[in-house]
């Protein structure tokens, strides 16, 4: 597959929001809540980035940095695969570049020591881990969309679809596939949804995309579904995740009435018992179980305030976009792991038939 032909003409439009993502549940400044409007373009191959090479990949299964081997518990799934793009690291107001180089050392050893480790770790937990360096955007593309902001995310996703397609052809060998992401990360997966799985031959081969961090209408693909079980398989879920005083105009505007779904019951329970929350991982490296009620809205979930040792970083933060993934690590362990145990027994009952 050509990833430098023209795209077809389609307008897709992905609601992203956006803080200080360092996924350490640390206070943040603030989010954004910004609508992220691509309109598909021609990318050169001046503009390719050549996967072919080891440097442009932060994990590869021959590759595991130190950081996250040492959070992979568990016997991975046999031919099944984990493609992780991670949310935007580039925050920095004082940075004047649109999007990142790959040779930046500070931002590659970012993404490896945050991302990496508090995020795909994860799914890590279920089978071998791709994770591709990209050329993303900083965060202010978000507030830029009429002009290089848009240009900005736009190579940020060739790149992504550039791996994803190198990935296809070389590394999968026909294994079953979990897509994940965070944030922007989460926008350049819902991007991959579209061109590769959705009404495609590839899509029997999804076991789940998860998709934390943006606002996603529930039917935004022909025949890609909101997963509303947590032994589905075949689809993508969503959250977003706020405080109790969600109601803002943020909120209002941009999340309320899109798609979400509990991530500690993984279906549209309204409430989830603290007892129920199976555990985050914090940035010192422990795991906090039965730490908060988890509560579904209209477009998210708000949570109390988390009850570990460190709670009053919690009260400074406007909400905890940060902590989309890492407030429910545990939880997306074990459910990335009893999806692919699902897909993979399904799989076996179609071939006995």
Not at 79 to 106: G, H, R
Request: aromatic letters at 14%; one cysteine or more.
């Amino acid at each position: 597959m050509d990833t430098c032909m023209a795209q077809e003409d389609i307008n897709t439009k992905i609601i992203s929001k956006e803080g200080s993502l360092l996924f350490l549940f640390l206070p943040m400044r603030g989010s954004f809540s910004l609508l992220f409007l691509i309109h598909f373009t021609i990318f050169g191959q001046s503009d390719s980035l050549d996967y072919n090479d080891q440097k442009f990949w932060a994990v590869l299964p021959t590759q595991y940095p130190e950081g996250l081997t040492d959070l992979i518990q568990d016997t991975l799934i046999e031919n099944t695969d984990i493609f992780y793009v991670y949310p935007t690291l580039m925050v920095n107001k004082k940075d004047t570049a649109w999007n990142y180089q790959i040779s930046n050392e500070k931002h590659r050893s970012k993404v490896i020591e945050f991302a990496v480790k508090f995020q795909a770790s994860a799914w890590a937990n279920t089978g071998k881990l791709y994770v591709p360096f990209y050329r993303q955007a900083h965060l202010r593309s978000y507030d830029n969309l009429d002009g290089k902001g848009r240009e900005a995310l736009l190579l940020a996703y060739s790149d992504i679809k550039r791996a994803f397609s190198y990935y296809l052809q070389h590394l999968n060998n026909g294994n079953a596939i979990i897509l994940a992401g965070h944030s922007q990360g989460s926008t350049h997966i819902s991007l991959l949804l579209k061109d590769f799985f959705d009404g495609k031959p590839l899509q029997n081969k999804l076991i789940a995309a998860y998709l934390p961090g943006i606002g996603l209408e529930e039917n935004h693909y022909e025949s890609i579904k909101l997963l509303q079980h947590k032994d589905s398989v075949g689809g993508f879920v969503t959250w977003n995740t706020f405080k109790k005083k969600y109601s803002t105009p943020q909120y209002n505007k941009w999340y309320k009435g899109k798609a979400a779904i509990n991530p500690v019951t993984w279906d549209t329970t309204s409430t989830a018992q603290r007892e129920q929350h199976k555990g985050f991982l914090f940035s010192n490296g422990k795991m906090y179980r039965k730490s908060f009620e988890t509560n579904l809205i209209n477009g998210g979930i708000w949570i109390t305030t988390p009850k570990f040792p460190y709670r009053y970083l919690s009260f400074t933060m406007s909400n905890y976009h940060v902590g989309d993934v890492n407030l429910f690590w545990e939880d997306i362990r074990v459910n990335t792991r009893n999806r692919a145990q699902h897909y993979w027994k399904r799989q076996k009952n179609i071939t006995l038939h």
